[in-house]
Nanobody, 124 residues
């Protein structure tokens, strides 16, 4: 069974940047798409970004398009999320997830393994 561990969250001012990392261990990694989701208190867990198995195709939620970049390194079994021009509304717990296969799904049902999350807080 694959384990996913996120890191890199923290407190930043609006307009600042953070880089989140997710490291996988066990199971398989390179044959799966990977995604990032986020969840603010009282809200549903929402899709942020996804990347296919070889990193050649990415997709983003409209709310983060142009500001966030997802990438992966299959040799290191790592997926990252570079977050620039952060806004207070980006404040949430960010979760890394492994896709069931290689499709770039935007729903929780499209993913079969989740990390514990890392907190991102953007102040005004």
């Amino acid at each position: 069974q694959v384990q996913l561990v996120e890191s890199g969250g923290g407190l930043v001012q609006a307009g600042g940047s953070l880089r989140l990392s997710c490291v996988a261990s066990g199971g398989t990694f390179g044959s799966h798409s990977m995604g990032w989701f986020r969840q603010a208190p009282g809200n549903e867990r929402e899709f942020v970004a996804a990347i296919n198995r070889n990193g050649g195709i990415t997709t983003y939620a409209d709310s983060v398009k142009g500001r966030f970049t997802i990438s992966r390194d299959n040799a290191k079994k790592t997926v990252c999320l570079q977050m620039n021009s952060l806004k207070p509304e980006d404040t949430a717990v960010y979760y890394c997830a492994r896709g069931k296969l290689n499709e770039l799904g935007r729903l929780r049902i499209n993913y079969d393994s989740w990390g514990q999350g890392t907190q991102v807080t953007v102040s005004s």
